[in-house]
């Protein structure tokens, strides 16, 4: 059974950086492309970023220049560089397949305020 955990989120000022990672267990890791979800509360939730079994990269118009996601198929690992970051960017953020097939993590909430 696939087993997702997400880590890395919490309070920044505007400006400010994370780095999310998301490990994920019970699968062939480096057969699936991947992504970054986010979510606010009474909205959809929405791909961010997404990284393919071949490193083809796209990302929302919201989050380009300032987000990098990346991958390490050895650690069974996603990551989400996240920099220069908004009041707007401020949701629970999921990573999956960049197709949403597998069940979903708790998340990482991630905050941005002064």
């Given at each position: 059974?696939?087993h997702?955990?997400?880590?890395?989120?919490?309070?920044?000022?505007?400006?400010?950086?994370?780095?999310?990672?998301?490990?994920?267990?019970?699968?062939?890791?480096?057969?699936?492309?991947?992504?970054?979800?986010?979510?606010?509360?009474?909205?959809?939730?929405?791909?961010?970023?997404?990284?393919?079994?071949?490193?083809?990269?796209?990302?929302?118009?919201?989050?380009?220049?300032?987000?990098?996601?990346?991958?390490?198929?050895?650690?069974?690992?996603?990551?989400?560089?996240?920099?220069?970051?908004?009041?707007?960017?401020?949701?629970?953020?999921?990573?999956?397949?960049?197709?949403?097939?597998?069940?979903?993590?708790?998340?990482?909430?991630?905050?941005?305020s002064?």
């Amino acid at each position: 059974q696939v087993h997702l955990v997400e880590s890395g989120g919490g309070l920044v000022q505007p400006g400010g950086s994370l780095r999310l990672s998301c490990v994920v267990s019970g699968t062939i890791f480096s057969f699936y492309g991947l992504g970054w979800y986010r979510q606010v509360t009474g909205n959809e939730r929405e791909l961010v970023a997404s990284i393919t079994r071949g490193e083809r990269i796209e990302y929302a118009d919201s989050v380009k220049g300032r987000f990098t996601i990346s991958r390490d198929n050895n650690k069974s690992a996603v990551y989400l560089q996240m920099n220069n970051l908004k009041p707007e960017d401020a949701a629970v953020y999921f990573c999956n397949t960049n197709a949403r097939a597998w069940p979903w993590g708790q998340g990482t909430q991630v905050t941005v305020s002064s």
